[in-house]
Structure formats: structure tokens, C-alpha cells
């Protein structure tokens, strides 16, 4: 009974797995899939064809699938759920656009990763590209060490200890060395990275607290070759807008 419960809760976390690699409306082919999941292509077949039958995934052309309806209604609910949020978030975002001249966005834990739920660019100029919805692991990036610098150890600790894939050259990856820049960005109030999510992009992070509560992290990023001349700007208008959220959001 007991192997068989594993069995059961084994399913689930590879179908809710494979979910995770759809962003946005962009189709994946079957061969996609395994590639980056290592899952042989019957499993694949057969967790698709449960997630299409639930209305979670449709069929897209030959060997590949998209997002369902039910999976966008939930994420419409999710978005709901923090729409009070979200409207406290915007005009904080747009000012930090406009005095940084970076793309701004604001992003929040969810387990071994982080989701961006809000965001605003620049209204012109080469921009960085993110999408709400958009998920790294916790790891990644001057956002991630902010939102873990403020998690509980034990929670810090886990992650650490578990898979922590590089995305760029830059990508940091070693658990001791990660320790060390997660201390740092608690000491500094912000963490900043060069390539890490993005090789061709830097991001300058700070956290939202609330009564001492992580909230989520406020983000600036742009081109790499303009993180010199923009670095300052954006240090002043995070530590502006961090100071008014933390006032707004409870």
C-alpha cells in the first residue's frame, strides 16, 4: 500500500513538473520535452494524454501540445488572488521605470523557485525581457538571493542542498559560494548579478519586507553593457520603492 501511495504522489509531481516547462501560449513538441525532462517518450505520452483529458494541455500540431482552458483559469484565479497586490505594485513599478530606465518587476518564493507577479518596461530602448508568470529556481540571480536570504534557514538549506542548474556561464552554482552571497545581500539590503538568468542581461534586486515578513523582491534589470551607467539610478530607486511597499503591503 505504502509503494503504491509513492507511485500516486511520484504522477502527480511529474505531470505538475512537466506543466511547469509551458510559458505563455508557446507549444512544446513531444521531443522538447524529453530532452529537457529525461522522462522516456511513453511517459510523456502517457502524462500528456491525462493532463489533455483534464483540460490541462490541447493538442497543437503533430507531436505537440499547448496550455489548456483549465490551466488558464487557474492561473486567472491565482492572479486574482493577489490582485490587491498587484495594484499597490504597479505605480511603484512605473516609477522605478522611469527614474532607473530599467525593466522593473516584482517576484515572490513559491517553493524551490521564484514567480514574477507583476512587471513594467521601459516605453522604449533595448529592453529586458520577462514575463509575469515567469519562474527560476530560487538559486538563479541577484532576485533569488534577496527572496533566500530571507527565507527560513532550514528552507535555505534545502534548496541548497538539492539540484542547482546553471543557466549561464555566470550562473552560480556552488553551495559555499552561494552561502557567502545570499550573507552578503542580507548585510547590503540588495544583491546585484551579471549574466546569471540572462548572460546579456544584470539585475539589481532588494527585498519588500512587512512587519519583518519577506513579501516578495523588487527587481531592476536591463543590458549588461548598461549596468555601469545605471547602477546607481537603480540602487536609489529601489531603496524608494522598497521603502513605499513596504509601508502598502501587508
Keep these: 500500500m505504502a509503494k503504491e501511495a509513492e507511485r500516486t504522489i511520484a504522477a502527480v509531481e511529474a505531470a505538475l513538473q512537466l506543466l511547469d516547462l509551458f510559458e505563455g501560449a508557446e507549444p512544446l513538441r513531444v521531443a522538447d520535452i524529453q530532452s529537457r525532462t529525461g522522462l522516456v517518450r511513453s511517459r510523456i505520452l502517457r502524462l500528456l494524454g491525462t493532463l489533455e483529458v483534464c483540460g490541462y494541455v490541447v493538442p497543437a500540431g503533430r507531436a505537440a501540445y499547448a496550455l489548456g482552458p483549465k490551466a488558464f483559469r487557474l492561473g486567472w484565479a ?51 525581457v520577462i514575463e509575469e508568470g515567469q519562474t527560476r529556481q530560487l538559486h538563479v540571480g541577484a532576485t533569488g538571493r534577496v527572496l533566500m536570504a530571507y527565507l527560513p534557514e532550514t528552507q535555505r538549506e534545502e534548496i541548497l542542498s538539492g539540484n542547482l ?86
Excluded: N
Excluded at 495594484?87 to 522605478?96: D, F
Excluded at 518596461?121 to 529586458?128: I, L, M
Excluded at 527585498?207 to 513579501?215: C, D, E, H, M, N
Design 165 to 250: 542548474p546553471a543557466l549561464t556561464a555566470s550562473t552560480l552554482t556552488t553551495v559555499d559560494v552561494l552561502r557567502a552571497e545570499i550573507a552578503r545581500a542580507r548585510e547590503a539590503g540588495h544583491a546585484e548579478s551579471l549574466g546569471e538568468a540572462t548572460s546579456s542581461a544584470f539585475a539589481i534586486a532588494a527585498p519588500v519586507l512587512s512587519a519583518g515578513r519577506l513579501v516578495g523582491a523588487l527587481s531592476l534589470a536591463g543590458p549588461i553593457d548598461e549596468f555601469q551607467e545605471r547602477r546607481e539610478r537603480c540602487l536609489t530607486a529601489l531603496k524608494q520603492e522598497v521603502h513605499f511597499l513596504s509601508t502598502r503591503i501587508a
Design 78 to 128: 491565482v492572479r486574482d488572488s493577489y490582485a490587491g497586490m498587484i495594484a499597490v505594485l504597479r505605480p511603484a513599478l512605473e516609477r522605478a521605470v522611469e527614474a532607473s530606465g530599467a525593466t522593473a518587476f516584482f517576484s515572490i518564493p513559491r517553493g524551490r523557485e521564484r514567480v514574477v507577479i507583476a512587471k513594467a518596461v521601459p516605453p522604449a530602448g533595448v529592453r529586458y
